[in-house]
């Protein structure tokens, strides 16, 4: 399906509910951008706000951009609650075409779960030009859905391929392994802007972690999680 079938089917699901997230930053954000010197920040796939504005609170100036015009109006509403308007900046696109303004590279680019089912977006394409946002010693963070989140998943998306951190290494790298999982990924036009090629980067993690969620009614699940994590050399 194409991209305006994604943003279709992610309207109706943000404007169905009054908040479908927890507001809560993502555990491997949290602890990644710990360690990391203040500075500027990319969210991609930003949802309600809220690794945008727990960014913002630990003095960021952070951006986040989605394709739901709901999702993104709840988290400028959240960054005003949180009283980080200030810093934080929240666009409504498509990540496969969108682009920072003025060529704007980031200290930190993120994408916590930026995965669609059973209405896929061009995955690979997007982490690729997500590497062109980045500025040089700055870093790039993907953590994926590596296994079905919880044990409940609706029939139609039962099907979902979800990525490993190989494959999403390959991504960010621009390597053929990416372009042979999506079509997408290759090629400068889909690939976007130049991210200097592999020897640019530093691999500072590409590995599956498991975790254990639990539901509202006390029942646990055990996932996984795929992270991978790079620094910009050059």
């Known amino acids: 399906m194409d991209e305006h079938d994604a943003r279709a089917w992610w309207e109706a699901r943000y404007a169905g509910s009054d908040g479908i997230w927890s507001g809560r930053v993502n555990a491997v954000l949290a602890t990644v951008a710990a360690d990391l010197p203040v500075g500027r920040a990319l969210d991609l796939g930003c949802g309600e706000g809220g690794d945008v504005v727990w960014l913002a609170e630990q003095g960021w100036t ?13 988290a400028g509403r959240a960054a005003a609650a949180a009283g980080v308007a200030g810093r ?28 669609s089912w059973p209405v896929e977006i061009p995955r690979a394409a997007i982490l690729r030009r ?43 790298l621009g390597s053929d392994e990416a372009s042979a999982a999506d079509p997408a990924a290759g090629g400068p036009a889909a690939g976007g802007p130049a991210a200097g090629g592999p020897a640019a980067w530093a691999v500072l993690a590409a590995e599956r972690r498991p975790r254990m969620t639990t ?20």
């Open 62 to 74: 952070a951006t986040g951009v989605d394709l739901s015009a709901t999702a993104v109006a709840r």
């Open 88 to 115: 934080t900046t929240f666009v409504a696109a498509d990540l496969a075409a969108w682009a920072p303004e003025d060529d704007e590279r980031y200290d930190l680019v993120t994408a916590s779960f930026l995965q």
């Open 130 to 172: 997500a590497a062109g946002f980045v500025a040089v010693g700055g870093h790039l963070l993907v953590t994926a859905h590596a296994a079905p989140p919880h044990r409940d998943l609706p029939e139609e998306m039962r099907a979902y391929r979800f990525p490993t951190p190989e494959e999403d290494l390959a991504a960010v």
């Open 215 to 234: 539901t509202a009614d006390g029942t646990t699940h055990e996932t996984a999680d795929s992270v991978v994590l790079v620094r910009r050399r050059a």
